[in-house]
């Protein structure tokens, strides 16, 4: 067998052998390239009782819903939506770096409510997510800690990005090569209110660029909220002087935001920079 092929085996066996016993399998799923293999993973290991679980809310796209709901398709995995309500938490919206944890906090507790509504005794009920190692190393992933705090399991923390994307590939996942797709409040400077209009306004600005410029699935770009009400467009550096925003100033300006400029994608760059 292959290194990729005995990988996502030991993978596989990993996740069954630390099962203990449960009964149900609920995975945190946003369809991105991390929960998507988990997804997979589990419903591969436990095919009759294992179960996706997404989040919705403002935060959450329409482009983001629509590509998980394919994807889940695809896997065969049961899909639930649960409506979280982080957008309405004063500590969430003031985005000053716990917006985070209040959103996982959310998420897995309303995983957890499932187990309660089926008459599950918590015990027998094991709650999955995609965490990575890289993002183990990622100082601004303080959800991270709502995931401690509920007993979350994360069969991919020993492995790098680059060898998720491998054994996604290998297992027939199509997004296996897709750009990173956090929410929309991550397009927000620190500071900047992650209320549902400024969401939907990086929602909207975002679908205006995807259009105007016809990006494929795996070009990193974001539309980014700073702190000044200006509109950074980022995009992969080897793109960028493609990128004429005489196309979309308008249409972005008439959003609502007070200047747009562009500049080389950068993970996470709002996170460090200062507006």
């Given at each position: 067998m292959t290194t990729v092929t005995t990988k996502?085996?030991?993978?596989?066996t990993?996740?069954?052998?630390k099962a203990d016993n449960a009964d149900r399998h609920l995975v945190a799923y946003s369809g991105g390239v991390d929960s998507a293999l988990v997804a997979k993973a589990v419903y591969d290991a436990f095919p009759s009782t294992s179960e996706a679980v997404m989040a919705l809310s403002p935060s959450v796209s329409e482009i983001m819903r629509s590509s998980a709901i394919a994807l889940a398709e695809h896997i065969g995995i049961p899909l639930r939506f649960v409506e979280t309500r982080e957008h309405l938490d004063p500590v969430y919206v003031a985005n000053e770096g716990m917006s985070c944890y209040v959103c996982k906090h959310g998420i897995y507790t309303a995983m957890e409510a499932i187990i309660a509504d089926v008459a599950?005794?918590?015990d027998t009920v094991l709650l999955y997510n995609g965490t990575n190692a890289d993002d183990l190393t990622d100082p601004t992933r303080v959800g991270l800690q709502a995931a401690r705090e509920h007993f979350v399991r994360s069969p991919l923390a020993h492995l790098r990005k680059e060898e998720v994307r491998a054994l996604s590939r290998h297992a027939g996942l199509p997004?296996?090569?897709?750009?990173?797709?956090?929410c929309l409040r991550s397009r927000l400077s620190p500071g900047v209110e992650a209320t549902a209009i400024h969401l939907q306004r990086i929602?909207?600005?975002e679908d205006i660029v995807r259009t105007t410029y016809v990006l494929s699935p795996d070009v990193n770009f974001r539309v980014r909220h700073l702190g000044d009400d200006s509109a950074m467009l980022e995009i992969d550096a080897a793109l960028l002087d493609?990128?004429?925003l005489a196309r979309c100033r308008e249409a972005l300006l008439a959003l609502g935001f007070g200047a747009v400029e562009k500049r080389a994608f950068r993970s996470g760059s709002v996170s460090i920079d200062t507006p």
């Open positions: 996502y085996n030991t993978l596989i990993d996740i069954v052998r599950h005794n918590a997004n296996w090569n897709d750009a990173a797709s956090p929602e909207t600005a493609d990128i004429d």
